[in-house]
């Protein structure tokens, strides 16, 4: 009796450990130690940043100058109304008297408000009166991510009209400002350049136009031949066939390689042959 009595005990004792033994629950080893740092993402430089986009824009236009003739924009247009975005950054009043048939309007200063609005998914023609204007403008937007960007060569006045004869229409305004939002930055980079793109246009906007008219550029010359610092970019062979007194030379494709000899003490003035790679030249130095 005495061992049955034991045998119920023992048997009592093994099922009350059983049910602590559920209720608890299993103790989890703790993880590893980690002795490493956590990796912190590198901050940007906006500076360096704006830098090596320059750098990298040059090397490029010696394969594409990034302008096109008015005849290849009318047959594109011709064949598809809406196979390029034009973007004309004349005075408003001239753009509601005349312009290229579908094309919108921002004021040149404006662009950077109106940036979200310029697609990328097809050609963009920037059109301004002779090519100059947009030739700067094509210049800050390529830095910022529009490598869908041309500028009208010779412009509208120049090139649409002058040159090629085309006719245009008087359709009142069409604002860009107005247009659904298509774009925006992809990357922290892109931010960054679009801030700075956005900074360059207001600078803009603010009466800083960036041309010199050329008598007033050979007046300051010939009073103090340092007044200037003039880059001269055509192909080398004109420049030595001729060229602005005091100038120094570069290749539009190699202004890159000297961009850190370049002085930040006086005006610099940009000399190509008509001003169009000259406003793209100034577009990206402004950046």
Same mark, same amino acid.
């Given at each position: 009796?005495?061992?049955?009595?034991?045998?119920?005990?023992?048997?009592?004792?093994?099922g009350a450990?059983?049910l602590?033994?559920?209720? !608890?629950? /299993?103790?989890?080893?703790?993880? %590893?130690?980690n002795?490493?740092?956590?990796?912190?993402?590198?901050?940007?430089?906006p500076?360096?940043?704006?830098?090596?986009a320059?750098?990298?824009?040059?090397p490029?236009?010696?394969?594409? @100058?990034?302008?096109?003739?008015s005849?290849?924009?009318?047959?594109?247009?011709?064949?598809?109304?809406?196979?390029?975005?034009?973007?004309d950054?004349?005075?408003?009043?001239?753009?509601?008297? $005349?312009?290229i048939?579908?094309?919108?309007?921002?004021?040149?200063?404006?662009?950077?408000?109106?940036?979200? *609005?310029i697609?990328?998914? *097809?050609p963009?023609?920037?059109? !301004?009166? +002779?090519?100059?204007?947009?030739?700067?403008?094509?210049?800050?937007?390529?830095?910022?991510?529009?490598?869908?960007v041309v500028?009208?060569?010779?412009?509208?006045?120049?090139?649409?009209? $002058?040159k +090629?004869?085309?006719?245009?229409?008087?359709?009142?305004m069409? =604002? /860009? =400002?107005?247009?659904?939002?298509?774009s925006s930055?992809v990357?922290?980079?892109?931010?960054?350049?679009?801030?700075?793109?956005?900074?360059?246009?207001?600078?803009?906007?603010g009466?800083n136009t960036? #041309?010199?008219?050329?008598?007033?550029?050979?007046?300051?010359?010939?009073?103090d031949? @340092? +007044?200037f610092?003039?880059?001269?970019?055509?192909r080398?062979e004109?420049?030595? =066939?001729?060229?602005i007194?005091? +100038?120094?030379?570069?290749?539009?494709?190699?202004?890159?390689?000297v961009?850190?000899?370049? %002085?930040?003490?006086? %005006?610099?003035? #940009? =000399? !190509?042959?008509s001003?169009?790679?000259?406003?793209?030249t100034?577009?990206?130095?402004?950046?």
């Amino acid at each position: 009796m005495r061992r049955i009595a034991k045998l119920l005990f023992i048997l009592l004792l093994i099922g009350a450990m059983m049910l602590i033994a559920a209720g !608890c629950p /299993a103790e989890v080893a703790p993880p %590893p130690a980690n002795d490493e740092p956590a990796v912190e993402e590198p901050v940007l430089d906006p500076q360096a940043v704006v830098l090596d986009a320059a750098k990298a824009y040059f090397p490029k236009v010696a394969d594409n @100058n990034n302008i096109i003739e008015s005849e290849k924009v009318k047959e594109a247009l011709d064949a598809d109304p809406d196979a390029m975005f034009i973007l004309d950054i004349r005075r408003a009043e001239d753009f509601e008297l $005349g312009h290229i048939p579908g094309s919108v309007h921002s004021g040149w200063g404006q662009v950077g408000e109106i940036m979200d *609005r310029i697609p990328r998914d *097809r050609p963009v023609v920037i059109a !301004c009166y +002779s090519g100059q204007t947009s030739g700067q403008t094509v210049g800050i937007l390529r830095l910022a991510g529009f490598e869908n960007v041309v500028s009208l060569f010779y412009g509208v006045r120049d090139g649409w009209v $002058g040159k +090629s004869q085309f006719t245009t229409e008087g359709t009142g305004m069409v =604002a /860009a =400002a107005d247009l659904t939002q298509v774009s925006s930055p992809v990357d922290e980079k892109e931010e960054i350049l679009w801030e700075k793109a956005r900074a360059v246009f207001t600078d803009i906007a603010g009466g800083n136009t960036a #041309i010199i008219p050329p008598p007033e550029l050979k007046a300051a010359l010939d009073a103090d031949p @340092n +007044s200037f610092y003039v880059l001269d970019i055509r192909r080398g062979e004109d420049f030595a =066939a001729g060229h602005i007194e005091h +100038s120094v030379h570069s290749a539009w494709a190699a202004v890159g390689n000297v961009l850190d000899t370049l %002085p930040t003490d006086r %005006p610099i003035v #940009i =000399a !190509c042959y008509s001003g169009q790679t000259a406003g793209q030249t100034v577009g990206v130095l402004r950046m």
